[in-house]
C-alpha cells in the first residue's frame, strides 16, 4: 500500500507537539485545548483545510475525556460541513452525539445535538431536524452555568429561526433572531452576536426591507471588531453587496463584493462561496461584463452541482443503510443497476410532472385572465345595449362559447327534423328566452324542457330548435351554461360567494350535488372552480397591494 511519508511524518510530528502542549499535567488543559481548536477552526482552516482535519484528528487522538474527545469530533464535523461534505458532518457529530449523551456536560450536548439539526434542516429532513432541536431545547434547560444556558439557549433560537427561514416564515425568522440576541452578551469581538446581527440582515434583506438590513449590517461589522476574517465576515460584505445591488448603487456593491473576494481566495466553505458567486453574476449581469459574468455563472454552477452531489450522496447513503438493517442479503451488482434505473425513471418523471405543473399552472392563469377579461367586456356590452334600450339576447363571454358542444345533429339532420318556424314566432321564443335569463330560473332544479317550453309559450320542438340554432347546444349544456355565468358573476362581483363551500355554490346555481357543479364549471372552463375562486383571491391581493 502506497503511503505518503511527509504526511505521515508531518501528523507524527503533529500529534507529538500536541501531546506536549496539553499533557503538560497528567490532566489535559481546558485553556491550552480550546486556543488550539478555534485556531484550527477560525484561521488554519481557512487557508489549509487538509492540515486542519489532520489537527483536528489528532485532538481527538490524544483526547483523555469524552468531552474533548466530544470537541475535536465536532471540529471535524465542522470543517467537513464547510466543505459540504454532508454525509460527513452527520457521521461525526453522531459519533460525538454517542459519547457526549452519557455524560452530564448538557451544555455540550446542546451544541451537538443543535448542530444535527442544522444539519438535517440543510438536507430538507424537517422531522428529522426537530427532533435534535428538541433534545437540544431539553438539553439547555439541564446547564447549571446561567452563561452557558444563554448562549445555548441563542443557538436554539437560531436554529428555529433557520428552519422558520426554511419554510418561508420570514417574518417568524427575525423574530427568533431578535429573541436569540436577548440571550448574548452585546460587546465586541464576540462571534456569535456578529453573526446573529448578519442573520437578522439576510432575513430582512429576504423581506425585502433593505435599510434595516443595512442598519443591521452596520452593527454586526462593528461587533465583529478584531475577530479573524473568516466566512462569518465574508457573509456580512456579502449582504452589504446584495443590499446596495437593489438599491442600484453598484460603486458600493462592488467595493463590498471585492471585500468579500479576500476571504473567498481562502475560504474552503461552499456554501460561502455559492453566495460569493451568485452576488458576484448578479453584479456584473447589472454591469454589462459579459466575460466576468459568464465565469462567475461557471463557478456559481458548478459549486451548486458540487453541494447538490454531496445532499444525494448522504441521503443515497442513508437509504442503502436502511436497506441493509432491514434485508439480510445484500444487494448484488444486477439489483443496483436496476435500483439506478429506477431511481433515473423517477427522477426523469418527477421532472416531467414538474415541467407539466408549471405549464399546467400557467395555462390556468391564463386561462383565467381569459375568462375574467371577457367576461367583464361580456358584462359591459350587455350594459351598453340596455342603456341604448337595444332588446338582445344576454351576452355571454366568448371563452365560454368555445368549450360548447358541436350540435347532436347532422346538418342533414337539421334539414329533415328540425321544425319550419316562422320568424314571428322565433323572434318571441327568443324575447322569452331572454325574459328567462334575467328571471334566473334556470337555478330551478326542476326545470326542465317541457317547463322552459310552457314558460315561452311555445312547444318542446320549437323551443329545441331555438336553442340549437341560437344558442348553439342543447337544453341541458344551455341551462349549465346558465348557472356556470351566474356562479361566476357572483364569485367575481361579491366575494362573499369564494367563501362558501361547493355544495352551497352548486344548490345556489341549482345543481343537484357539488360533483356535478364542479364537472359542469370545469367543463365549461377547463378550470376546477377551486383553481377559479384561487386565482380571484390572488387577484384581489394584487389589486389591494
Known amino acids: 500500500m502506497y503511503v505518503n511519508i511527509s504526511e505521515f511524518k508531518y501528523s507524527l510530528?503533529?500529534?507529538?507537539?500536541?501531546?506536549?502542549?496539553?499533557?503538560?499535567?497528567?490532566?489535559?488543559?481546558?485553556?491550552?485545548?480550546?486556543?488550539?481548536?478555534?485556531?484550527?477552526?477560525?484561521?488554519t482552516s481557512q487557508t489549509d483545510f487538509e492540515k486542519a482535519l489532520q489537527v483536528a484528528d489528532s485532538l481527538y487522538q490524544i483526547s483523555e475525556t469524552p468531552l474533548f474527545q466530544t470537541r475535536s469530533l465536532m471540529l471535524t464535523a465542522s470543517l467537513y460541513e464547510q466543505a459540504g461534505e454532508l454525509k460527513k458532518s452527520i457521521k461525526f457529530a453522531e459519533q460525538a452525539n454517542k459519547i457526549i449523551e452519557k455524560t452530564e456536560h448538557f451544555d455540550w450536548q446542546t451544541r451537538v445535538q443543535g448542530f444535527m439539526a442544522s444539519q438535517y434542516r440543510i438536507l430538507s429532513l424537517y422531522n428529522q431536524s426537530a427532533i435534535y432541536s428538541d433534545k437540544a431545547y431539553e438539553a439547555a434547560k439541564k446547564i447549571p452555568d446561567q452563561k452557558a444556558s444563554r448562549i445555548t439557549l441563542a443557538m436554539i433560537m437560531q436554529e428555529k429561526a433557520f428552519l422558520a427561514k426554511a419554510q418561508n416564515d420570514h417574518h417568524k425568522a427575525i423574530d427568533l433572531f431578535r429573541e436569540a440576541s436577548k440571550y448574548l452578551d452585546d460587546e465586541k469581538g464576540n462571534i456569535s452576536?456578529?453573526?446573529?446581527?448578519?442573520?437578522?440582515?439576510?432575513?430582512?434583506?429576504?423581506?425585502?426591507?433593505?435599510?434595516?438590513?443595512?442598519?443591521?449590517?452596520?452593527?454586526?461589522?462593528?461587533?465583529?471588531?478584531?475577530?479573524?476574517?473568516?466566512?462569518?465576515?465574508?457573509?456580512?460584505?456579502?449582504?452589504?453587496?446584495?443590499?446596495?445591488?437593489v438599491k442600484d448603487n453598484l460603486d458600493k456593491a462592488k467595493y463590498y463584493i471585492d471585500q468579500a473576494s479576500e476571504i473567498a481566495q481562502t475560504s474552503t466553505y461552499l456554501e460561502f462561496l455559492r453566495r460569493y458567486y451568485v452576488v458576484k453574476t448578479e453584479y456584473f449581469s447589472r454591469t454589462d461584463n459579459i466575460d466576468n459574468f459568464r465565469s462567475a455563472l461557471s463557478k456559481r454552477d458548478s459549486i451548486n452541482a458540487i453541494l447538490a452531489l454531496k445532499k444525494t450522496d448522504y441521503l443515497d447513503?442513508?437509504?442503502?443503510?436502511?436497506?441493509?438493517?432491514?434485508?439480510?442479503?445484500?444487494?448484488?451488482?444486477?439489483?443496483?443497476?436496476?435500483?439506478?434505473?429506477?431511481?433515473?425513471?423517477?427522477?426523469?418523471?418527477?421532472?416531467?410532472?414538474?415541467?407539466?405543473?408549471?405549464?399546467e399552472k400557467n395555462r390556468q392563469v391564463e386561462k383565467f385572465q381569459a375568462i375574467l377579461a371577457e367576461f367583464q367586456q361580456a358584462k359591459q356590452k350587455e350594459e351598453e345595449l340596455s342603456l341604448k334600450g337595444i332588446d338582445e339576447p344576454i351576452l355571454e363571454p366568448a371563452i365560454l362559447k368555445e368549450q360548447k358542444l358541436k350540435k347532436e345533429v347532422t346538418q342533414d339532420e337539421t334539414q329533415s327534423e328540425s321544425p319550419i318556424v316562422s320568424a314571428e314566432v322565433e323572434e318571441q321564443i327568443l324575447r322569452k328566452l331572454k325574459a328567462f335569463e334575467k328571471s334566473k330560473h334556470f337555478r330551478d332544479p326542476n326545470i326542465s324542457l317541457p317547463g322552459l317550453a310552457s314558460y315561452?309559450?311555445?312547444?318542446?320542438?320549437?323551443?329545441?330548435?331555438?336553442?340549437?340554432?341560437?344558442?348553439?347546444?342543447?337544453?341541458?349544456?344551455?341551462?349549465?351554461?346558465?348557472?356556470?355565468?351566474?356562479?361566476?358573476?357572483?364569485?367575481?362581483?361579491?366575494?362573499v360567494y369564494r367563501k362558501y363551500k361547493f355544495a352551497t355554490l352548486a344548490?345556489?346555481?341549482?345543481?343537484?350535488?357539488?360533483?356535478?357543479?364542479?364537472?359542469?364549471?370545469?367543463?365549461?372552463?377547463?378550470?376546477?372552480?377551486?383553481?377559479?375562486?384561487?386565482e380571484l383571491e390572488k387577484e384581489a391581493l394584487e389589486v389591494e397591494v
Open 317 to 359: 447513503e442513508s437509504y442503502t443503510d436502511l436497506t441493509s438493517k432491514n434485508e439480510a442479503l445484500s444487494i448484488d451488482l444486477e439489483t443496483r443497476k436496476y435500483l439506478i434505473l429506477v431511481a433515473i425513471i423517477l427522477l426523469l418523471s418527477g421532472l416531467g410532472y414538474f415541467i407539466y405543473y408549471r405549464r
Open 507 to 534: 344548490e345556489e346555481a341549482g345543481f343537484s350535488s357539488s360533483n356535478k357543479f364542479s364537472t359542469v364549471f370545469k367543463k365549461a372552463t377547463t378550470l376546477a372552480p377551486s383553481v377559479f375562486i384561487k
Open 13 to 43: 510530528i503533529l500529534s507529538i507537539v500536541l501531546i506536549f502542549c496539553l499533557s503538560s499535567s497528567k490532566a489535559q488543559d481546558p485553556d491550552k485545548y480550546t486556543e488550539i481548536l478555534n485556531k484550527t477552526f477560525f484561521e
Open 193 to 245: 452576536v456578529a453573526q446573529n446581527y448578519q442573520l437578522m440582515a439576510q432575513t430582512a434583506i429576504d423581506l425585502k426591507e433593505y435599510d434595516k438590513a443595512l442598519s443591521y449590517l452596520d452593527t454586526a461589522l462593528d461587533k465583529w471588531d478584531e475577530l479573524p476574517p473568516t466566512y462569518g465576515k465574508g457573509y456580512i460584505f456579502i449582504n452589504y453587496a446584495e443590499a446596495y445591488l
Open 456 to 495: 315561452c309559450d311555445t312547444n318542446t320542438k320549437y323551443l329545441s330548435y331555438c336553442i340549437n340554432h341560437h344558442k348553439g347546444m342543447n337544453f341541458n349544456h344551455y341551462i349549465n351554461n346558465l348557472r356556470v355565468q351566474y356562479i361566476i358573476d357572483k364569485l367575481i362581483n361579491e366575494p
